[in-house]
């Protein structure tokens, strides 16, 4: 398998985890991806932060009134932590994913 199929099939991978996320869960995601040092994003981070995070409130009554303790969402991490191992155009692939998707 040459390196390119295998950056496809990592970008595949995650997003299929994405698609089986509920909304909620995807809107966490998107918040974590674009408020995390670890990603290099080409997209105004903070502006798809704003996106997410007032989708977020609107969605998730536990998000609105305390802080969200990540550890409970162990799908989102481990998500992450394959987001982290990527290369900036992979990593830009899964936020227009999960952008456009939400």
């Known amino acids: 398998m040459n390196n390119k199929n295998m950056i496809d099939d990592k970008v595949k991978n995650v997003i299929s985890i994405i698609k089986d996320m509920d909304l909620k869960n995807k ?3 998107g918040v974590c991806m674009s408020s995390s040092t670890y990603t ?3 997209y ?3 502006h798809i932060y704003s996106i ?3 989708k ?3 969605n998730d009554n536990e998000y609105l009134t305390s802080y969200v ?3 409970k969402y162990p799908t989102i991490l481990f998500v992450m932590a394959k987001i982290m191992e990527m290369n900036n155009n992979q ?3 899964i936020a227009m994913y999960l ?3 939400i």
Do not use: G, I, S
């Open 27 to 29: 809107l966490r995601l």
């Open 40 to 42: 290099n994003l080409k």
């Open 44 to 46: 105004n981070k903070a």
């Open 52 to 54: 997410f995070d007032k």
């Open 56 to 58: 977020l409130k609107e």
């Open 69 to 71: 303790n990540m550890r």
């Open 91 to 93: 990593q830009n692939q």
């Open 99 to 101: 952008y456009n998707n």
